[in-house]
């Protein structure tokens, strides 16, 4: 069964430092999000991304994040500067089109020190 | 704004039992509507969703769930859980045409007993 796929499951860094996290959504997949769930908080949406644009962001997605597809399969999520309370697990997903379920992939827990 | 409201942060019952975890969400228009599971350590599964037609919906592992418009509500079901059920259940509603995003709940987080 297709799945999304997300690297690293778990990563630690240093707050000020960039991170880079890194998805593979379903290979016939059109539309691609990131959400993300801090700990004991509701699951947020960040981002939608279509056609190599970005379709939709929450507020909270603000200048220190940015996504792209840099090459056919993957779908990237970057925090230029991370700070404590980006502390979080970030999901990806994919959908095929617009406004239908989405499939999500394990996450991986972004843990700022 | 859509939201999503997840009344139970936690349910125990036994193997066997019956199991209804509630769901209410508040949207303008016809909504999508959702049930994730999330098991430790995994990412969110789709059990089951509703877009239209028949308000009862039938999802993976034997859940099922009922749209009703009348109380915003759609209250997922499993007539006999099993310790494999154990996990965090999320709601979620979706738009029918216009923010692509979803809106989850807290969850609820089910533990089963033996």
């Known amino acids: 069964e297709p799945e999304v796929t997300q690297t690293p499951s778990h990563q630690v860094t240093q707050m000020g430092q960039e991170v880079i996290l890194r998805c593979v959504p379903i290979?016939?997949?059109?539309?691609f999000y990131w959400y993300r769930q801090i700990l004991g908080q509701k699951v947020e949406f960040l981002v939608s991304?279509?056609?190599?644009?970005?379709?939709?962001k929450s507020e909270i997605f603000d200048d220190q994040f940015s996504v792209e597809r840099p090459d056919g399969s993957n779908f990237t999520l970057k925090i230029r500067s991370t700070k404590l309370e980006d502390s979080a697990m970030y999901f990806c997903?994919?959908?095929?089109?617009?406004?239908?379920?989405?499939?999500f992939g394990q996450g991986t827990r972004l843990t700022v020190v | 704004a859509q939201s999503v409201t997840q009344p139970d942060i936690h349910i125990t019952v036994s193997e066997g039992a019956s199991l209804e975890l509630r769901c209410n969400y508040s949207?303008?228009?016809?909504?999508?509507l959702f049930w994730y599971v999330q098991s430790p350590g995994q990412g969110l599964q789709l059990l089951l969703k509703y877009f239209s037609g028949d308000t009862l919906v039938q999802g993976i592992k034997g859940f099922e769930a009922e749209f009703k418009r009348s109380q915003s509500s759609f209250n997922l079901r499993k007539p006999s859980v099993h310790w494999s059920d154990a996990a965090e259940y999320f709601c979620?509603?979706?738009?029918?045409?216009?923010?692509?995003?979803?809106?989850f709940g807290k969850g609820t987080k089910l533990t089963v007993n033996p």
């Open positions: 991304f279509y056609n190599n644009e970005i379709s939709e």
């Open positions: 949207y303008g228009a016809t909504p999508y």
């Open positions: 997903a994919s959908t095929d089109r617009r406004n239908t379920e989405a499939f």
């Open positions: 979620a509603v979706g738009s029918q045409g216009g923010s692509e995003k979803l809106v």
């Open positions: 290979s016939n997949h059109l539309y």
